[in-house]
């Protein structure tokens, strides 16, 4: 028994009323002295009895009705065991682990048997949904409850392993939305290999999130591995490929693994590209560097497998890995200056150049360069953009509106100008001059040009110009005295990056910071537009596409399907990537690879400790209110049982809890009892007046 | 000589000059015979009196009605006569020993047996069954000792608690007031034993009083006095009652309390109403059936009544024995 709102359960002082009411207007049967009661008759029924009897009655009456209305508004819960019948019974959610890691050794097909008992045991009318728990919680038999246990199994069939992975934390997470309008009590069912790598970071995260409107009862039905105890099946796994150089390098790692000779296959865009053979140590991790291979030009579709020496294999779906190389020469970007000799001009080219990003500076004059071939280029640097003239911004400016971008600095011509060409802000002044030297104050570590990026607070900074961002500008960082010191502006499809600051290293030291080559990397890579869409992503991931309100492009799964439909490409949108392989994005800035590869964690078929998973199990008893214990260890039989196939989930099932709750029944008391209360108060009243007549005895 | 009727003993029907100052003085004595009037005074004997005096006065016999020297019969010398009441002269004509009687020897004797159980206490606290019998004894004593009657008492409830034997000497009455008015009502009723207690203590002939509410069974109780009828004394039953117990008059139901027994009945007020006061009613007529199957006479009384009806009835009772 619980209640949803014991405060009211304050309301039973109330009765105090009806005790005093009763205490003050019970009146005894008046007792008279008589001479003699020879010639009295005693009556049928005593009448002092009956009115005691009346009177107890009542007052009993009115105080199981207050007890009764407050026990209502209280809304308490009956908890009891076993499967209930009626709409009032708890729903019985059934959770089956569909992450790659189910793949293994039948995993899936005991959890199919822990469910399939699970819908057997199903009472009349009780109603139950399957849902598939891998990068998320997904319903698979319906959008409503069912009690068709025909149409659940079919369901349950239905039921296939993915390359995903779950994390417990997100799938705990992730009740609450699946049963955001549930109200009443539900029962989850949770069958899964229960892998140690799943276990969240907190261990709060394992708890299903609370309700008011809800009482959620989780039981445990671990399938992982058969024999109690164990560690995890082997299992030898593709962690990564990478190009190093002119070699293409495979991780190879193996889980619970013995010494063994494996072979792994090279296939580059859809050729093979060769095999090696290498033995890998018991339980370890092995490069398998494959020698110069032939890269054509562009992105390329590398794939890598394992095809030898894995007899013994518990997984074979993380056997094979997916890569996107980008094989092409340096594109040249102009670098606009108005002396090439500047210090600036030194360090953006070299810092492009260390930061192996595709690009290569090419200094121009500003005087001398040709506009017209703007178009040729996706970005292009200025080290100083006060020094550009107002031709040449007009046409800058028009090659951005039409989705160029521009990285600038604002260097000592800049301080000179009132208002800045391009972007057309006016300088508001400078700061730091004759000021405290400045720092890095705020920065926006998220964002795709920051990110990873470290060394901010190692930054000295002397001078800035003083610019008032407009409201669609974002400030990537921002200095001490918070002034904009790296600021994006859009313009139409385009965008400037601007520094607040010089690049010579005389107002600030960032050229000669280890960040700024990274800094110039990912710069290039945002400009350009090949940072906005990752080369390689591990499946459930979600990818943005379409920038600044553009279009999304088409999108093609690895099975050569368009994901999106004509509507959806012209507007931004992010899409959740749910296979394994390459997606091909073509986009207006043209096409990308995306290649989607399994969570490596998922790899690992280590099983969650049995002390973890009995922590787990109290902490879930021990939300499930008081006297959930025994539930609970009735439920940690039964996910035993279920888990060794051998009692299967009868009696998993024997353990349900179910909460019933009694406020409808007791307003229905409550009704009655006013209406009992007033009859028998009228009745009360009648028998004031003596009804019989008794017959007297019979005299001599 | 004859002896004097009962409508002799009886107050003569007065002439119309006598009616007016009668009418005057009965109402005058009604007045002073009202029972709560009597029961303010606080001398018994004093209230005997008034209730006596005032009886007697619409009367035109004499007080001493009844008393002379005449000659009234002859009878056989019984043993334990006194012999010098022998007429010798009948004896040295006859040869036998005969008694000859005058008038003034048929004095009677009063023996008053009154009820003092708990149950006379009914009435309380005003003018209780108890207190009505009290002076009604008193003025029966009173009366008969003018009468020169000799006057006993015996004051019983389930045991005797006092008795006097009749007597005419000098205190008695002062002797039988005294016992009167000290007795208190307690204790349940048994009629049975004073009865033969006073049978065994007195042979002699008389007027045997009983005050009391009876609430017993009138066979019962008739059975107890009717040895008293065959010995030859003239039984009188004043069965006093309160008016409350003749028409209970209960507003609503209450729980009766019996103050002999403690047993307690509850009763509709409807019950006490319309049942109880014809129960009653048929519990006097079947005591009065059975007291004049057995010679004996019976006068209901309530508290209140003047006293003056229960002293008439005795005056009827005494010239009816001459």
């Given amino acids: 028994m619980s209640l949803l709102a014991p405060l009211y359960l304050l309301g039973l002082a109330a009765i105090a009323l009806p005790l005093w009411l009763h205490r003050r207007r019970v009146r005894e049967t008046r007792r008279e002295p008589f001479s003699s009661a020879w010639l009295l008759e005693p009556q049928p029924q005593p009448l002092r009895a009956r009115r005691r009897w009346q009177h107890l009655t009542l007052l009993a009456l009115r105080l199981l009705l207050l007890a009764a209305l407050c026990c209502a508004f209280a809304q308490p819960l009956w908890r009891r065991h076993g499967a209930p019948a009626g709409t009032h019974a708890a729903l019985q959610l059934i959770v089956l682990d569909t992450s790659m890691s189910m793949g293994a050794d039948g995993r899936l097909g005991r959890a199919r048997a822990v469910a399939r008992g699970l819908i057997d045991r199903l009472g009349a009318g009780e109603r139950a949904q399957i849902l598939s728990a891998a990068d998320g919680l997904s319903v698979v038999s319906g959008a409503e409850p069912t009690a068709d246990a025909t149409a659940l199994r079919a369901a349950l069939a239905g039921v296939r392993v993915g390359p995903g992975r779950l994390d417990y934390g997100a799938a705990m997470a992730g009740l609450d939305a699946v049963l955001a309008r549930r109200r009443g009590a539900v029962d989850v069912h949770f069958i899964s290999d229960f892998q140690a790598s799943g276990t969240p970071t907190r261990f709060a995260d394992l708890m299903p999130p609370a309700s008011p409107d809800r009482t959620l009862s989780v039981q445990l039905y671990p399938v992982g591995p058969l024999a109690a105890g164990e560690a995890g099946e082997p299992n030898w796994a593709i962690s990564a490929i990478r190009r190093s150089g002119n070699d293409i390098v495979v991780s190879v790692r193996g889980f619970h693994t013995p010494m063994r000779a494996l072979t792994v296959s090279l296939e580059i865009a859809g050729r093979p590209a060769g095999r090696l053979t290498q033995t890998l140590a018991a339980d370890a991790q092995a490069e398998f560097r494959f020698a110069q291979p032939l890269l054509p030009l562009g992105d390329d579709r590398v794939i890598a497998r394992l095809v030898a020496g894995i007899d013994a294999d518990a997984l074979p779906a993380d056997n094979i890995r997916w890569a996107v190389i980008h094989n092409a020469p340096a594109e040249p ?157 859009p313009i139409g499809r385009g965008r400037v990056l601007l520094y607040t600051s010089d690049l010579d290293d005389d107002g600030n030291d960032l050229p000669v910071q280890p960040l700024f080559v990274g800094l110039m990397a990912q710069t290039a890579r945002y400009l350009s537009g090949r940072g906005e869409l990752p080369a390689a992503e591990t499946v459930g991931a979600s990818l943005a596409l379409g920038r600044a309100g553009g279009p999304a492009g088409q999108l093609i799964d690895p099975a050569g399907r368009t994901v999106l439909s004509l509507a959806d490409t012209s507007r931004p949108l992010t899409v959740k990537l749910d296979q394994t392989g390459f997606y091909q994005i073509y986009t207006a800035a043209g096409e990308a690879l995306v290649a989607v590869n399994p969570d490596p964690l998922e790899s690992d078929l280590t099983p969650m400790s049995s002390a973890m998973l009995a922590r787990w199990r109290r902490a879930l008893a021990a939300l499930q209110s008081g006297g959930g214990g025994a539930s609970a260890g009735a439920e940690s039989a039964g996910g035993a049982a279920a888990a060794r196939g051998a009692a299967g989930p009868a009696a998993a099932a024997s353990g349900s809890v179910v909460r019933v709750p009694l406020a409808p029944l007791l307003l229905l008391l409550t009704a009655l009892l006013v209406l009992a209360e007033s009859l028998l108060g009228t009745y009360s009243l009648r028998t004031l007046r003596q009804r019989s007549e008794p017959q007297p005895r019979g005299s001599s | 000589m004859t002896v004097p009727s009962i409508e002799e003993a009886m107050p003569e029907q007065p002439t119309p000059a006598e009616r007016a100052p009668a009418r005057h003085a009965a109402a005058s004595a009604a007045r002073l015979l009202a029972p709560e009037v009597l029961a303010g005074l606080a001398n018994l004997p004093l209230a005997a009196r008034v209730a006596v005096e005032g009886t007697l006065v619409g009367l035109h016999r004499s007080p001493r009605l009844g008393f002379s020297q005449e000659f009234v019969e002859y009878r056989a010398y019984m043993e334990g006569d006194d012999p010098r009441f022998i007429d010798w002269n009948v004896y040295a004509r006859t040869d036998r020993t005969v008694i000859k009687r005058f008038l003034g020897e048929t004095n009677s004797h009063l023996m008053l047996l009154l009820d003092a159980s708990a149950s006379m206490g009914y009435g309380a606290p005003g003018l209780s069954k108890f207190r009505y019998a009290q002076l009604l004894a008193a003025s029966l004593a009173y009366l008969a000792s003018r009468q020169h009657d000799a006057v006993g008492l015996l004051v019983f409830d389930e045991a005797v608690r006092e008795l006097r034997a009749p007597s005419t000497r000098t205190g008695q009455l002062e002797g039988v007031l005294h016992l009167i008015e000290r007795a208190a009502p307690a204790h349940r009723t048994d009629y049975r034993q004073p009865v033969e207690r006073f049978r065994s203590h007195s042979a002699r002939r008389g007027m045997v009083a009983l005050l009391s509410d009876f609430y017993c069974d009138p066979a019962a109780l008739i059975d107890s006095v009717r040895p008293l009828a065959f010995q030859g004394s003239d039984v009188m039953l004043f069965q006093i009652l309160h008016p409350r117990e003749l028409e209970p008059a209960l507003r609503d139901g209450a729980l009766l309390e019996d103050m002999e027994t403690g047993e307690q009945v509850e009763v509709s007020a409807e019950y006490a109403r319309r049942v109880y006061p014809a129960r009653v009613r048929r519990h006097v007529q079947a005591l009065r059936d059975a007291a004049a199957a057995a010679g004996a006479d019976h006068l209901l009384l309530d508290t209140s009544q003047p006293l003056a009806v229960p002293l008439r009835q005795y005056l009827r009772f005494r010239e009816r024995r001459r």
């Fill in chain 1, 333 to 489: 970007v102009p670098l606009l200056t108005d002396a090439a000799d500047e210090r600036a001009v030194s360090y953006l080219s070299t810092a492009l150049a260390a930061a192996d990003s595709g690009y290569v500076a090419q200094v121009q004059p500003l005087a001398s360069f040709d506009a017209r071939t703007l178009p040729r280029y996706r970005w292009l640097m200025i080290d100083d953009l006060g020094a550009v003239g107002a031709d040449l911004a007009a046409q800058l400016h028009a090659y951005v509106a039409g989705g160029g971008a521009i990285f600038a600095a604002l260097g000592a011509h800049a301080a000179a100008v009132d208002r800045l060409p391009v972007i057309g802000d006016a300088v508001r002044g400078s700061a730091g001059a004759n000021d405290a030297p400045l720092s890095v104050g705020q920065l926006e570590a998220g964002d795709p040009v920051l990110a990873g990026l470290s060394g901010w607070e190692a930054l000295n900074l002397s001078h800035l110009l003083l610019l008032a961002p407009q409201p669609a500008d974002r400030v990537l960082v921002a200095a001490s005295n918070g002034a904009p010191l790296l600021l994006e502006r």
